[in-house]
């Protein structure tokens, strides 16, 4: 099993930054691609980023379109966390955001492709 656990979410205003961070426990061997989603109230659950974690395409990155230009992801393999910087951010940025990883080294862009789970972080933008 692998545990995930999020952190840097919090209320900012629009235009600002924040950096959450993704730290990794347990069977690290066993991840292929960590990735970042996001849940708006009364929407589904939608890809942000994600980021391939061993084997040969290792450090790959993907971006959903609607946060390109504004997101980076990247990570840290040696202490097992996975970071996403979130800059200029807007009041449709508001959602929580939910660390994942996946035991495939292929990117996944759907919430079934992925394995493991952290329990989200909230985002709240101000306009």
């Known amino acids: 099993q692998v545990q995930l656990v999020e952190s840097g979410g919090g209320l900012v205003q629009a235009g600002g930054s924040l950096r959450l961070s993704c730290a990794a426990s347990?069977?690290?061997?066993?991840?292929?691609?960590m990735g970042w989603f996001r849940q708006a109230p009364g929407k589904e659950r939608e890809f942000v980023a994600g980021t391939v974690w061993s084997g040969w395409s290792r450090g790959s990155t993907a971006l959903a379109d609607s946060v390109k230009g504004r997101f980076t992801i990247s990570r840290d393999n040696a202490k097992n966390t996975v970071y996403l910087q979130i800059n200029s951010l807007k009041p449709e940025d508001t959602a929580v955001y939910y660390c994942?990883?996946?035991?495939?080294?292929?990117?996944?862009?759907?919430?079934?492709?992925?394995?493991?789970w952290g329990q989200g972080t909230q985002v709240t933008v101000s306009s």
């Open positions: 347990g069977r690290t061997g066993s991840i292929g691609v």
């Open positions: 994942s990883a996946r035991r495939s080294r292929a990117l996944g862009y759907s919430v079934y492709e992925y394995d493991y």
